[in-house]
């Protein structure tokens, strides 16, 4: 089965850069994806991540190594609207590769 | 409008009710899914449909039933409600595709009492 884990809260500054930890244990890994979270609202996707690497789009970007099991979502130029949830899914062989499994999600509180 | 539209976005309902949300798509994909989403415990998923004759269980289907009623139609029935039901719930679709994203509706909150 998955096991993915990421911090339950975080809080920085207007401004400020803020990195978002996910690590995940699971069987053939194919794939994490990034999504965004404002308070009731839909999820919206952010990013997503198959290779090793860096994969930058704008103030977003998202880092991940396979081998590590580990991703993280960096934020750079903080703003107040960048306070929400931020969920970590991965797709892997234990659903088919059909279905996205996710996080718990860390809520991010940016302060001014 | 919205391309994933589910109905309606509140309800409460009494336990041992069966209620049904329902969720539409002018999208244009294939692939449904309907998840819920806890305090804590995240987006889990309910059941999936990659196409009208394609039902499957995810997660946590018990004490939910699903039907596709077309390409754009998804429902999720609860036979009997009950108050640890309570809960957002979540439609979603995507296309075929290992990279594809998921695109979510507006969510329905439900509240059994």
């Known amino acids: 089965g998955q096991n993915i884990d990421q911090p339950t809260e975080m809080t920085a500054t207007e401004g400020a850069i803020v990195q978002i930890n996910c690590t995940y244990q699971t069987s053939g890994f194919n794939g994490l994806f990034w999504y965004q979270q404002h308070a009731g609202e839909a999820p919206t996707f952010l990013s997503y991540n198959v290779l090793d690497g860096l994969e930058e789009k704008g103030r977003f970007s998202s880092f991940l190594s396979r081998s590590k099991g580990y991703s993280y979502l960096l934020l750079k130029e903080l703003q107040m609207k960048d306070s929400a949830s931020y969920l970590c899914?991965?797709?892997?062989?234990?659903?088919?590769?059909?279905?996205?499994?996710f996080g718990k999600g860390t809520m991010l509180l940016v302060s001014p | 409008d919205a391309d994933v539209t589910q109905t309606p976005r509140n309800r409460i309902t009494k336990t041992g009710k069966r209620i049904m949300l329902e969720c539409s798509q002018t999208?244009?994909?294939?692939?449904m899914y309907w998840y819920r989403q806890d305090p804590g415990l995240g987006l889990r998923l309910i059941y999936y449909s990659f196409d009208v004759k394609d039902i499957n269980k995810g997660e946590i289907s018990d004490g939910y039933s699903v039907s596709r009623q077309a390409q754009a139609k998804f429902s999720l029935s609860l036979e009997s409600a009950i108050p640890n039901q309570t809960a957002l719930y979540f439609c979603a679709t995507s296309v075929g595709g290992l990279d594809s994203e998921a695109f979510f509706g507006q969510g329905t909150r439900l509240t059994v009492v």
């Open positions: 899914a991965v797709r892997d062989r234990a659903s088919g590769y059909s279905t996205l499994t």
């Open positions: 999208k244009g994909h294939d692939r």
